[in-house]
């Protein structure tokens, strides 16, 4: 059959539009398998904004939009590994998690876990992605029970892996166990490789199953002790919910290095990384869990126990200065009280003439409240955050100058033409977004750009539950305070003092963790984490 040239056409732009339609279809798919934790490579494509076929000895051009780059979107800042939450004594507790973990989003986005028990057997549902995408309606369905634990976990690089999510689960001569863990242990490598070598074997690479290792290996009979030799082997940061067939434990490390907080709903018991979760369910808040206490939540109460002699706290300032929530309260303090006193002691440092003051949002805007009060220069909004963002994107093949900055931020140029700025953030971790803020903030007509940072330089990494660069990636680290002024295009930068930080958290006995801005740790930290860390 012979075809006319456009019905040729015709036909084969048909077919082409299968085979294209195909291609998506497997792209789709792959996204869909990547998403629930099963990964593979991506071809790599020409970023061509158009696609040359040729049919017929001649040239046809069409748009090729899904040949685009993908722009994985960089965060300059620390984040915590993760949050938790528990529950004892309610009928819908595996709803009361999921609600809690929602709250706690914000401390984890790689992935989301509850186990839950009816007082015989635990059960658990994990996946990858934020809360509402991991549980639906049939996901917590399948979780029936009194007690549940929850987790949403932040990954570092390259540790993206469903095997990973927790709670982690197992069962032993001790009965079944679930484990949901915020921290870092500064000695889990050589833990592991004692056990392995012993013949244990792991299901996961997360420190936090070294812990149940030890819990399934103690000689002592009763779950406490057990739990307290197992504890009694780790070093670092560790703030814990634990949930057996009948029992909630909640544990913090002996130094305090993670928040943990006691709730009540009616007659049920909640525990959380931060009160903002009680909040939601309307809970009220109790008590923080103390450095060192084990509180276990059964039928006859609330039993509190010590498994560890008293050590100097070292609570993690930075939850005050940027991880946590504005409207928890973290380690018995307002978490808004303090960033807003964070940015008035910056005002009183750091003076300027200026005509604005603006919040780079969301983790500037209370200590740029603070700063506009005590400077009594006016808070207005110049930079609008894009809520609705991934974090990967298809960016033209016409490079757009600081994308990934423009996706988050977008100036308001009729506040910041012809003004003098007071640029206001938490942090500088490796200076390449406070530089492209700079430059875009300028772009939009600012006439001078002051930046102030509600916390001193930070020049260590941190080994107790956060994810950080390494030390070579810490501007500050390299370089003195004008260097970065220099490479970020700022008139002026200046940093809160330390003593001025203390002040803000009202820290007269030296409760804080403050090794991100010294390179004191409270605690001997492990070859291994050194070499990982301060590598060049």
């Known amino acids: 059959m012979r075809w006319e040239n456009g019905a040729w056409n015709w036909g084969w732009r048909v077919i082409i ?274 450095p060192g206490e084990m509180l276990i939540l059964d039928g006859r109460g609330l039993t509190s126990l010590r498994f560890s002699p008293p050590v100097p706290h070292a609570q993690c300032i930075f939850e005050h200065v940027y991880f946590s929530r504005p409207d928890s309260l973290i380690f018995g303090r307002s978490v808004q009280s303090s960033r807003e006193m964070l940015g008035r002691l910056l005002a009183r440092e750091h003076p300027v003439e200026a005509d604005l003051v603006v919040p780079v949002p969301d983790s500037g805007v209370s200590a740029a409240i603070g700063y506009s009060d005590e400077s009594g220069i006016p808070l207005r909004f110049g930079l609008i955050r894009n809520h609705y963002i991934g974090r990967t994107f298809i960016e033209p093949s016409q490079a757009i100058r600081d994308f990934g900055v423009k996706l988050k931020l977008n100036p308001v140029r009729s506040l910041l033409d012809g003004k003098r700025v007071v640029l206001v953030d938490d942090s500088i971790i490796r200076g390449t977004t406070s530089r492209k803020i700079v430059r875009i903030v300028r772009e939009a007509g600012a006439k001078e750009v002051h930046v102030r940072i509600s916390c001193p330089p930070t020049v260590s990494p941190c080994y107790y539950g956060i994810d950080t660069p390494t030390r070579k990636e810490l501007i500050a680290s390299t370089h003195s305070v004008d260097e970065i002024r220099r490479f970020i295009g700022a008139d002026t930068l200046g940093y809160l003092s330390l003593e001025g930080l203390r002040q803000a958290v009202d820290d007269k006995q030296g409760r804080y963790c403050l090794a991100c801005y010294t390179a004191n740790y409270p605690t001997t930290v492990q070859e291994p984490l050194l070499a990982a860390r301060n590598r060049e």
Do not use: W
């Open 17 to 290: 539009g299968r085979v294209i339609g195909a291609v998506e279809r497997g792209r789709l798919r792959k996204a869909v398998e990547t998403r629930r934790g099963i990964s593979e490579p991506e071809p790599q494509i020409p970023n061509d904004t158009f696609t040359r076929l040729k049919f017929g000895g001649e040239d046809t051009l069409r748009p090729g939009e899904h040949l685009f780059s993908s722009h994985t979107l960089t965060d300059d800042k620390f984040h915590d590994h993760c949050g938790v939450f528990a529950v004892y004594g309610h009928p819908e507790a595996a709803k009361l998690a999921y609600l809690g973990l929602y709250a706690l989003q914000h401390r984890g986005q790689e992935s989301a876990g509850i186990a839950a028990t009816d007082g015989k057997r635990l059960v658990s549902h994990k996946g990858m992605g934020h809360v509402a995408e991991v549980f639906t309606e049939g996901a917590l369905a399948g979780l029936p029970g009194h007690s549940a634990i929850g987790h949403t976990r932040y990954s570092t690089a390259g540790d993206t892996d469903l095997k990973n999510a927790q709670p982690i689960m197992v069962s032993c001569q001790k009965g079944q166990v679930a484990l949901a863990h915020n921290g870092n242990l500064v000695n889990a490598v050589a833990l592991r490789r004692e056990l392995e070598g012993r013949g244990d074997i792991f299901q996961t690479s997360s420190d936090s199953e070294v812990i149940l290792h030890y819990f399934a290996r103690s000689k002592q009979s009763g779950i406490p002790e057990s739990v307290a030799d197992a504890l009694d082997k780790v070093v670092g940061a560790y703030s814990l919910v634990m949930l057996f067939k009948d029992t909630v434990y909640a544990i913090r490390d002996p130094r305090g290095f993670r928040p943990l907080n006691l709730g009540k709903l009616n007659g049920s018991y909640v525990v959380a990384s931060e009160t903002c979760a009680f909040d939601l369910i309307n809970a009220t808040y109790v008590r923080e869990i103390e």
